[in-house]
């Protein structure tokens, strides 16, 4: 039997993602009872969570028992994971669910490819879709041809990214970096994208393209656009992928078409910006779980704009 109110835990919500998603779901007519938990209180996700608490890091032996015990305690009925870490670990362990609360992330096969660049490239590969040419550092001695993208196998956001422009500071970057990965370097004067990707456990795929340009690790600004060989290549990935859950898919757009170069299996740091777009992933992905129709998505909003701000908090 579907409640008609639920209790859903937002994990790591103190980060711009988890704010964005509390935004989200304070406003769903589907929530009851909203929790927040992160390791820091020292972000304004307790301003936006009203039952906000400190919670446990994922390498805490009792990390689950503690969100077992959470669980029982506030009879949660979902919780929704968003620090990368969690994700990697709860992936890992192939856990999805914590005491009788099921985990709301994206499937196995996403998680797996998307939190592995060099498996990413390799997927790609595999099916025959568009890929950067990607190697392990450890294989290659020398660069034949430059620029070259150098950045962590399994490191998040643009930190451990950089454009290398000659052999000196390939054999610098090459040192003590032996999980980094050389990827070519993807030319196209039409822009950088980032892009949601939706699929309902029955298959319904929707997805949604935003020409971005980075602030920092962030997307800044970005503008919703409409491409027929990026949506064709979105649908083609989620398919392949097997996907059920919500994804990021980040490209470019070269000269031989769209090419796929990371894939972040999460909600993305735009989520709040894509659902007030119509564009309401973390909706759909609740209501998928419950088995409830998935609300319409109105594709109208082609052309509008998104510029990233900030909100300020004090106490």
């Known amino acids: 039997m579907i409640k008609e109110k639920i209790n859903v835990l937002v994990t790591g919500c103190g980060g711009d993602i988890g704010q964005s998603i509390g935004k989200i779901l304070n406003e769903y007519n589907l929530i009851n009872n909203l929790y927040g938990c992160d390791i820091s209180d020292k972000n304004a996700a307790k301003f936006i969570y009203t039952n906000f608490f400190l919670g446990l890091p994922c390498k805490d032996s009792n990390y689950i028992?503690?969100?077992e015990k959470i669980v029982e305690?506030?009879?949660?009925?979902?919780?929704i994971p968003v620090s990368e870490p969690e994700l990697r670990f709860l992936s890992k362990e192939n856990i999805n669910?914590?005491?009788n609360s099921e985990l709301i992330m994206a499937s196995s096969v996403a998680l797996e490819v998307g939190f592995d660049k060099l498996k990413t490239a390799d997927?790609?590969?595999?099916?025959n879709l568009p890929f950067p040419i990607t190697?392990?550092?450890?294989?290659?001695?020398s660069v034949e041809k430059f620029p070259v993208i150098m950045k962590s196998r399994t490191g998040s956001g643009s930190s451990t990214v950089s454009i290398v422009r000659d052999n000196d500071t390939f054999i610098a970057l090459k040192k003590g970096n032996s999980d980094f990965i050389v990827q070519e370097f993807l030319e196209g004067d039409k822009g950088e994208f980032t892009c949601g990707v939706f699929r309902s456990r029955s298959g319904i795929i929707r997805s949604i393209i935003l020409k971005r340009e980075l602030m920092g690790s962030f997307t800044g600004y970005g503008e919703v656009i409409e491409n027929q060989e990026i949506s064709q290549l979105l649908q083609n990935v989620a398919e392949k992928l097997n996907l059920i859950g919500s994804i990021n898919v980040q490209l470019r757009l070269t000269s031989k078409g769209p090419v796929v170069f990371e894939i972040n299996p999460r909600f993305s740091s735009t989520v709040r910006f894509r659902h007030l777009f119509d564009f309401k992933d973390v909706e759909w992905s609740i209501e998928d779980v419950l088995g409830i129709p998935i609300s319409d998505y109105r594709?109208?909003?082609v052309g509008k704009?998104?510029?990233k701000g900030f909100n300020e908090y004090i106490e």
């Open 97 to 99: 669910k914590i005491g």
């Open 135 to 141: 190697q392990t550092v450890a294989n290659i001695d």
């Open 73 to 79: 305690e506030k009879n949660i009925d979902f919780i």
């Open 305 to 307: 704009k998104l510029y």
């Open 123 to 127: 997927f790609l590969k595999k099916e």
């Open 299 to 301: 594709e109208s909003s």
């Open 65 to 67: 028992s503690n969100l």
